[in-house]
């Protein structure tokens, strides 16, 4: 049975299509600049490329880009999409109305559009992939949408509820959602089978680390807290985000700068983070070549984001009262060694120990800890589309 995974950007569509008999991905792709010109590459598990440039006025041509290359380009898999047994869709924000993943039915499909105010670079841009779905493939093949947020919805009231006046909590859904809840169900999920015991059993750490980046806490196998807020804004520095700070900063620049709240909002989002200290990139790498040049702004922000990366594990710690395995995940978290030792070096009252030669691998699976350290560090690839590809597995199987 073959599942199409889906990730609709406003401007862009990535795609995987995964052959679940052996979960093996047969091809993936990207068609960029949607309504402006129009170009795909696309990718076959055999190596066979094909790219083209063709116009894109909306997400439907992008599809029916998509078609052709599966299809009939020299990069083909597939003879027809009658081969596909279902789509699934990544969708950032669910709100507290899906605490999991749902068949898309037009109810759903308005509910995911409603909650747009709370992921305006998102939802909307979701909404608009899945009405080309429809478009082109007709309502009779099943579309499954799988939320960033679901995972997230076990956390307690006294976790996700903000020191507001309760109203804008009852009148807006003002709160702690989280986001990269598919990774995190991921790695956690696959940190406890590589472990050997029940994920109930378990007190975790999963480090999300990229340009976007978020720390979960899981707990008796769900999510008991994550950095990550009301918007994928929140918690430590990231590549152009601010993460946490005092509100009144803002509102201080605001007033100095005579910034409206979309300026604010551009500039905490956009222009702020390893970007904004550096003044170099927000790309890790560039980061750490000008810090080795002797920058001092991109030592800084490196020492500034490990240092909020540090606080929020230990603080996860705590709230847990321990914890039993750390996994390190996402293209730093994956291939940044020496991250994941300062991090680690510094939990060292907890009696964690790395093995210094395993944490030079990158972008494996592979345990850093050592044999006597008391709890466990893995690197665990994360693989969000296989985790879409499983739910909606799952949801078209019921």
Do not use: W
Not at 191 to 201: F, S, T, W
Not at 217 to 237: I, N, Q, R
């Amino acid at each position: 049975m073959k599942i199409f995974v889906v990730n609709a950007g406003s401007s862009s569509l990535k795609y995987q299509l995964i052959d679940m008999e052996n979960e093996q991905v047969l091809a993936k792709g990207l068609c960029e600049r949607i309504g402006v010109t129009g170009a795909i590459s696309h990718k076959s598990a055999d190596g066979r490329t094909y790219t083209a440039e063709t116009p894109m006025p909306t997400h439907s041509e992008a599809f029916e880009a998509v078609v052709y290359a599966l299809t009939k380009s020299e990069a083909k898999v597939i003879d027809s999409f009658d081969e596909i047994a279902a789509i699934g869709h990544r969708i950032v924000q669910g709100g507290s109305i899906f605490k999991g993943s749902c068949l898309i039915t037009p109810e759903a499909l308005q509910q995911i559009d409603d909650l747009g105010a709370l992921a305006p670079l998102h939802n909307p841009a979701h909404v608009l992939g899945i009405k080309a779905c429809i478009k082109t493939f007709g309502t009779e093949k099943p579309q499954v949408a799988v939320f960033d947020t679901s995972f997230h919805q076990t956390m307690p009231e006294h976790v996700y509820m903000y020191a507001l006046p309760y109203e804008y909590y009852e009148k807006y859904g003002v709160r702690k959602y989280g986001a990269h809840g598919t990774s995190h169900g991921f790695v956690s999920s696959r940190l406890a089978e590589v472990i050997g015991k029940d994920k109930k059993d378990l007190k975790m750490i999963v480090c999300h680390l990229g340009n976007g980046c978020s720390i979960t806490a899981v707990k008796d196998g769900v999510c008991y807290d994550t950095s990550m807020g009301f918007t994928p804004l929140d918690g430590f520095m990231m590549g152009t985000r601010t993460g946490t700070l005092d509100p009144s900063a803002l509102t201080f620049i605001a007033e100095k700068e005579n910034l409206t709240p979309a300026d604010i909002n551009r500039i905490c989002n956009k222009e702020s983070g390893m970007l904004g200290i550096s003044g170099v990139s927000n790309d890790n790498r560039d980061i750490a070549a000008a810090a080795a040049a002797g920058n001092h702004r991109a030592k800084l922000a490196t020492d500034m984001q490990r240092y909020q990366i540090l606080k929020f594990v230990g603080s996860y710690i705590a709230a847990m009262n321990g914890v039993d395995a750390i996994a390190f995940t996402g293209g730093i978290g994956e291939n940044d060694g020496e991250l994941r030792k300062y991090v680690c070096d510094n939990l060292g009252y907890m009696g964690v120990k790395i093995d210094d030669e395993k944490n030079t691998l990158r972008g494996t699976e592979v345990k850093i800890s050592t044999d006597h350290s008391k709890v466990d560090v893995y690197v665990i690839p994360t693989n969000e589309e296989l985790a879409i590809a499983r739910d909606t597995l799952k949801i078209i199987s019921k």
